[in-house]
DNA sequence: AACAACGATGTACATTGTACAGTGTACGTC
DNA sequence: GACGTACACTGTACAATGTACATCGTTGTT
């Protein structure tokens, strides 16, 4: 048993020169199990045996996303959520066989699954994309654990697919391509996710260094007028003072996020004016 | 002492319930030291008594950065570092006394101090600022690590100084304000990190997962099959079997930027062009 | 020669994910 | 009604992390 664990991670990480097994890796992966979870089948051909389960996997999902909400992803143990749904650490695993990593994957399905989905007939396409973009930038800021989530090999749970489906449908009409369109989303939701990033750490920031943003620039800016010479870098000492000091990181990220979602939309407009012209 | 240490870190983390000492968190943080560790000052009165340092700041910092490049962000260890500079985990606290966190800060700043800044007299906006992007794009590539850097409050090193003017200068003679500027270099660079991001972790996913990109989208497919009814979901069925069983992500990611880029320029040039008629 | 300052080191602790072995429970079959 | 089997649950254990603290050793100054 332990040989054939070892073995598979072997596999796992070849070309590492040493051969223990690291802590904290991988608990039992498998897509179809994965998979399963996501969309709540009853894979087992029908629990009969054996005590009644006390928990659901909706409880513990649920407990691990408020623990994420509020104390932010790296309060969300095995442990912290056992204690929360009032089970012992290692009964997580009954429920969520795949450990922290298919945890995690379930907590985004929900998260999107549940996200508000407006209709949009009768609005141009500027104002479809920008609210999809709205919409984004929404549940990033309830749940900002999300914008460390990886991107590639989603969770294709009911969430995912639905959002995925409903973002797709705000490129209807506009005479590109399907991968332009899936290329087309995928930069949109990068730029806000990259912006939502930066909010985010700004944000966290102050608490997390027990310093506010205008005690962090007061001490580097008096220290750097000593060390830096301002005609050696004149832009970076007159733009970087204007745009560091006098702006929060709040406000800051909510203007960056304009400005950025005018030139998104812009750049997309004079792809769909090309495409109109053909 | 102890007394102390648990005092400031109360204020630290001020409206939290527990008043334990969690692990592996501050170190000792002082703006100031790490200031002076960047520019490489001598701050100490002149160092006479005592043995001499078997080490340097730079060949610490070197053998992180190396770490980091081979191996990943998460084998630089104080341990890891240590043994790659041939010294005991704790000698390492005496020539970055500020711990991890700050070591992460001067090998982010000795990364950018070293990239080269090739000159960009004669070109049109447009080339430089394509070149920075493709620059940036490069050193994403080569240190991988550098993508999960906090933007927010850099290393106001040298290469971190150097590399804003350079940057800046990309944007020079079109009439934006430095408001502007910043918010024009900003939104490039947010587009180049979310892009580097899922470069990254789409080609980390195949090694970490023990299965290649087309592996996991044949799971997929075939047990997505099975569940979702492709007549509610039309467009992501259809677009997302183009967008994704086709491509390999390394492709994907290289596509993405190519596509991104141009949306980026066009977005830009409309602000350029109404800034120019003004 | 004694002292003071500073570099180096070993030990210790709290915290993490999860493998493994063991304990108890409830249903189906005899 | 007794029994066995499948399953839920739990406690223990381990390797790895950052770093506080006390100690030891080395060097130049007094």
Same mark, same amino acid.
């Given at each position: ?6 073995? !598979? ?5 070849k070309?590492l020169?040493?051969d223990?097994? @690291? ?5 039992t ?19 009969? =045996? ?19 909400? *509020? ?15 009032g089970?012992? @650490?290692?009964?997580?695993y009954?429920?969520v066989?795949?450990g ?17 989905? @407006? ?7 500027? *104002? ?6 709205d919409q ?7 749940? @900002? ?7 590639s ?15 797709? !449908?705000?490129?209807?009409g506009?005479?590109? !391509? ?25 944000? $966290?920031?102050?608490? $997390? ?28 000492? =007159? ?20 400005f ?19």
């Amino acid at each position: 048993m332990y040989i054939v664990q070892c073995t !598979s991670y072997v596999v796992l990480v070849k070309g590492l020169e040493t051969d223990f097994m @690291p802590p904290n890796k991988p608990a039992t992966p498998d897509p179809a199990r994965t998979l399963s979870l996501l969309w709540r089948h009853t894979l087992s051909p029908l629990r009969t =045996r054996g005590p009644r389960p006390s928990l659901t996997v909706d409880r513990v999902v649920e407990a691990a996303i408020t623990i994420a909400d *509020e104390q932010g992803l790296d309060a969300v143990t095995m442990r912290s959520v056992a204690q929360a749904v009032g089970a012992s @650490p290692m009964s997580v695993y009954t429920y969520v066989p795949g450990g922290k990593t298919e945890l995690l994957d379930l907590m985004i399905d929900v998260v999107y699954l549940r996200a508000e989905r @407006p209709d949009q007939g009768g609005l141009g396409w500027r *104002e479809r994309v920008l609210s999809v973009a709205d919409q984004n930038r929404a549940i990033y800021a309830a749940h @900002p654990w999300l914008i460390h989530a990886s991107t590639s090999r989603p969770p294709l749970g009911p969430g995912v697919i639905t959002k995925y489906e409903y973002e797709l !449908s705000a490129f209807d009409g506009l005479g590109l !391509s399907d991968v332009e369109v899936d290329a087309a989303l995928t930069f949109v939701l990068g730029f806000v996710q990259a912006n939502a990033l930066r909010a985010a750490d700004a944000a $966290a920031l102050p608490e $997390a260094t027990a310093m506010t943003d205008a005690a962090w620039w007061e001490a580097q800016a008096e220290l750097l007028g000593r060390v830096v010479d301002p005609t050696k870098f004149p832009r970076a000492t =007159r733009i970087g003072e204007a745009a560091g000091a006098a702006q929060g990181g709040a406000y800051q990220a909510d203007a960056a996020y304009r400005f950025g979602m005018d030139r998104v939309l812009d750049g997309l407009g004079q792809l769909v004016e090309r495409q109109k012209k053909v």
